[in-house]
């Protein structure tokens, strides 16, 4: 659904090149939903299964089953999002069942962040969060390369300063 | 080449900005008097059985050695920070450095000004002072000067709009108040009957008058009756005579400094709002006012607290005044606004039919409500943000969400456009948005 869309606007006219996000953020959350889910299951069925008899234990397959929902749902999310930077303007879009794209113009921007935090440290990752006057502006980046969050915060704040418009 | 440069830069800096600090009025201290008064009021009614008990306890004698502490530790109180509250007005800043124990200085950019506002509480007006406030996106309650003299504070606020304005900081002090010219005037009557016309008014009187004998029946507690029927009778009161208390009096006037609100029966308040800094305006049209043909218009400025323009006046009269306050723009009239698609009905049933949706070359103009109805406007030059959502009920229906945000952190949505338009729409609003800001003035209106 959202890549025919996506289309659309590429015919439409001046096509901006998206950008997807790099594979790092796809195996971070995968592998956080695997490793909490999975201790979950060991922890249910071992539990379960000491305490109440082997038939209970079967209830540990529930978070396998989430696991493996997670693991595609996660997919689709992160395939969703993508941003590109035209001449005056930022676009971000995601989601798949919730589908939002912000448009933001470069001259509007007040602030450009770059945040990382331990895990996403921890995978490479960092990501890029704008701020313009209004509070509603609800644009992010997560999960960028870090020399690609530096790049993109650098042209940012570049275009920004030449396009500035305020409030 | 640089070093005498530099050198001359700190030499000059000193005689060149002469900054004189002012106190405020020397009246300000007893506004700081009420503060115990108001503690030992608060714990009364917060406890009542424990302040009874206390109460008997104490002699005369611990009541006459308690006031004797108390009122001048207030004094000593309000007069310290008095005396260590200083403002000055630079050229381009106000600065006000306050605190006792905290230091606390604040530096305000004249040509961030939003808006400024002078009020006067009933009491301030008896004591002829005023306060001062300076609408910049960020500024707290504590950034307001209260209090002033009351010329004090229509020279001062003339000569921060002359200097935000761009005036040469040495004939600021002389511009003086710039002249208005009145825009609108809401006579009492109507003022009064627009709020008989009110539901919401209503509601509440209606709400204070059943709830509490129905609790009464049920429990048979005085405490909890009285617990309810306070603040029922205190909405009700606000949301009555309150607002008629508030809004009476309300004139609109225009002036090379901005727009002028002033209004008030018992608090009076002067607000004046410089051009261009009107974010969005609402033209709200509750149901039982469309026979008489009443709108109330609302704005928002960002960092101000006013969010009235007009509380009641005939739709023309209201439209008048918006073209003046957001110069360029005419209010697309209601055949002009287009609803969504047939097929949103499966969305929002009903109510779809509120929706509706007008562009021009100046404003976005979204409106919604069948009863109660809103057109809200923004001015293309501020639009921070566009944004396009889309919930899957409503990709099934083929319709989408576009929300146009502003910088008084207000969001104007057109809800349930068709899908193929609301794409097309969010490219064309953001490259309006970034060209509308061209014809925009400076923020030194003046210059």
């Not at chain 1, 539990?47 to 749902?73: E, K, R, S, T």
């Not at chain 1, 704008?130 to 915060?153: F, K, N, V, Y």
């Not at chain 2, 007893?30 to 306890?57: E, K, S």
């Not at chain 2, 500024?139 to 003299?149: I, M």
Request: glycine fraction near 8%.
């Amino acid at each position: 659904m959202e890549t025919g869309s996506g289309q659309n606007t590429e015919v439409a006219g001046d096509e901006p090149v998206w950008t997807g996000l790099p594979p790092g953020l796809l195996r971070m959350r995968r592998l956080l939903l695997v490793v909490w889910l999975g201790l979950l299951a060991v922890a249910m069925g071992l539990l379960l299964g000491l305490l109440c008899g082997p038939a209970w234990a079967a209830f540990a397959l529930l978070p396998l089953a989430l696991i493996c929902w997670g693991w595609v749902m996660i997919g689709r999310n992160w395939r969703s999002w993508r941003y590109a930077e035209r001449a005056d303007d930022l676009l971000i879009s995601r989601g798949v069942l919730w589908r939002e794209e912000t448009v933001v113009p470069y001259g509007r921007m007040q602030l450009v962040e770059v945040t990382s935090g331990p895990v996403e440290r921890h995978f490479g990752l960092a990501s890029v969060q704008l701020h313009t006057a209004a509070a509603a502006t609800d644009a992010a980046i997560p999960g960028l390369d870090p020399a690609e969050a530096e790049r993109l915060r650098d042209r940012l704040t570049e275009l920004g300063e030449a396009r500035s418009a305020g409030l | 080449m640089t070093t005498p440069g530099v050198d001359d830069a700190v030499q000059e800096k000193p005689e060149k900005e002469p900054v004189t600090e002012r106190r405020l009025h020397p009246i300000t201290p007893l506004r700081r008097a009420w503060a115990p008064v108001a503690v030992v009021i608060g714990w009364a009614v917060h406890d009542p059985d424990q302040t009874q008990r206390q109460l008997t306890r104490l002699t005369t004698t611990t009541l006459l050695i308690a006031l004797a502490v108390v009122v001048p530790a207030a004094a000593l109180y309000g007069f310290l920070t008095w005396w260590f509250t200083h403002f000055a007005v630079t050229d381009t800043e106000l600065r006000i450095r306050t605190g006792l124990l905290f230091r606390r200085t604040a530096h305000i950019r004249l040509e961030r000004i939003q808006a400024i506002d002078v009020t006067q509480p009933l009491l301030a007006r008896v004591a002829g002072v005023a306060k001062l406030r300076l609408d910049v996106v960020g500024t707290d309650k504590k950034d307001e000067l209260a209090f002033l003299g009351e010329r004090e504070a229509r020279a001062l606020r003339a000569e921060l709009l002359a200097r935000a304005a761009g005036f040469a900081p040495e004939t600021a002090h002389e511009v003086g108040e710039a002249p208005a010219r009145e825009l609108l005037h809401t006579p009492p009557r109507d003022l009064a009957l627009s709020l008989v016309l009110t539901g919401a008014t209503w509601g509440s009187l209606v709400a204070a008058l059943v709830v509490p004998p129905l609790l009464w029946m049920a429990t048979h507690s005085v405490w909890t009756v009285l617990a309810t029927a306070l603040p029922l009778l205190g909405a009700a009161g606000a949301s009555s005579v309150g607002r008629f208390v508030s809004e009476y009096d309300w004139t609109v006037g225009e002036s090379p400094d901005g727009l002028r609100i002033d209004h008030g029966l018992l608090d009076r308040s002067h607000e004046t709002v410089p051009p261009g800094r009107v974010q969005t305006v609402r033209i709200v049209e509750p149901l039982l006012w469309r026979r008489r043909g009443w709108v109330r218009v609302e704005l928002d400025v960002a960092g101000s607290s006013n969010s009235v323009l007009v509380p009641v006046a005939p739709r023309e009269v209201a439209e008048a005044v918006v073209a003046r306050v957001l110069p360029g723009v005419t209010v697309p009239p209601l055949s002009a606004l287009v609803r969504p698609p047939r097929r949103a009905g499966r969305c929002v049933p009903v109510w779809w039919r509120g929706y509706g949706l007008a562009v021009t070359d100046s404003v976005f103009a979204a409106r919604q409500g069948l009863l109660r109805r809103t057109l809200a406007l923004v001015p293309h030059a501020k639009v921070q943000s566009v944004r396009l959502t889309q919930g899957p009920w409503e990709r099934l229906w083929r319709v989408a969400d576009v929300h146009v945000d502003t910088g008084a952190n207000k969001t104007v949505t057109a809800r349930l456009r068709d899908a193929q338009e609301a794409a097309e729409l969010l490219k064309a609003q953001a490259e309006r948005s970034r060209t509308g800001r061209k014809g925009a003035r400076p923020d030194r209106w003046m210059v």
